[in-house]
């Protein structure tokens, strides 16, 4: 087995290193504080083609091998854990569904924008009434002579604000359950039919964007369809395996940042008359850190390593995306202790890993969800079909 990454991997790691330290840290608290989604700082990342990391060249992506774009996650979630989402939503959420379900005419009106960061996008699958069991959607989509007309609510969606293009899953004809869903490709611009509303209170991602959606009389045209219909719950698929990896790839970045600034703050802060670093304890703290973070980082590699040669891997996914998760909330909290009370203040990234890494485990598919998707491929039977 080798374990090596290639020299283009070891720069493409070390060049999103550099501009995570330079860009998105000094930033990362400011945003928080003030709740502030840094377009600004959007359109730096995808001048450095993070958005479009995984796209193929042709439509204006970096056409990054998914490890790659992994090195790349797991340094911004290392900075800033709401400009990883804006990563993760754009690049695996949007674009992935539309390089793997789009036209050739959708993939050039869409890709190259989203990719260059000209346009944001979202992904509207959860609604007020349907989260993890997320093929009952309520939202409807009527037919009419010159399209679509879509119905309905989301809610919990990141972007939803700031969107150009939502992606949209809803109902096309309850009666065929999950081969009546869709996915639909809504401009939002100039549509009055699309109306986010900025959802307020968060306990972390301040400095991410999260939108509840109403969707009243929302036309869009008849090629706005993102496959066929039946296809939408298996583009979401598509997507939250994609998405997954990201948010797990995210997490081995704040597992990282939790390692590296617990180790320094440890040497430095005296206690007793010594550094903290030296006693057993404290040095527990430190070696459980870096046991999850290495633990999540292969688990994090064998999942790019089959994505990249082609192998099915939807259960790999959601085994590192389950232990990543949990790991960067295990470390976040363990991060604190080391830290004591300075823990417990901004001034300090890891009070915000502890409030960021919080939602990891929610979305894209709660750890219960992953569970049950391991679950099933270890049992043959699905505990995801309602009786
Ligand atoms: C900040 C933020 C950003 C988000 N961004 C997006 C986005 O961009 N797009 C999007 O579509 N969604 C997004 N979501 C929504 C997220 O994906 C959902 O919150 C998540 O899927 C869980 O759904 P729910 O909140 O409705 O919880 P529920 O489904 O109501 O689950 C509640 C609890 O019940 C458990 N549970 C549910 N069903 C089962 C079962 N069968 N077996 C065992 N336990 C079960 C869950 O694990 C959980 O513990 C976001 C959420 C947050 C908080």
Redesign the pocket.
Known sequence: MDFALTDEQRLIKETARAFTDNEIVPRARDNDRNAHFDTELVAKIAAQGYLGAIVPQDYGGAGLDYLSYGLVVEEIGRGDSSMR?VVS?QTS?VCSAIVRWGTDEQKQRYLPKLCSGEWLG?????????????ANQRTRARKTDSGWVIDGA???????NVADLALI?AQTDPEKAHKGLACFLVETDGNDGYQPQE?HG?L??HG?D?AAISLSDCEVPADAMLGDIGDGFKI?MTSLESGRYSVAAGCVGICQGCVDYCVNYAKERHQFGRPIASFQLVQGMLADMKVETDAARMLVYRAAYLKDTGQPNSTETSIAKLYATEAANRCATTAIQVLGGSGYVDDHPVERYFRDVR?TT????????Q??IIGRALTGIN??IPS
């Open positions: 989402t939503v959420l979202c992904f509207g699958l959860t609604e007020p009434d349907t989260g993890s069991d997320a989301k809610m919990w969606i990141s972007m939803g899953f959802i968060k972390g991602l991410s999260t979401a939602v929610l979305y894209e598919g709660t750890s219960q969800i569970k049950l505990a995801l």
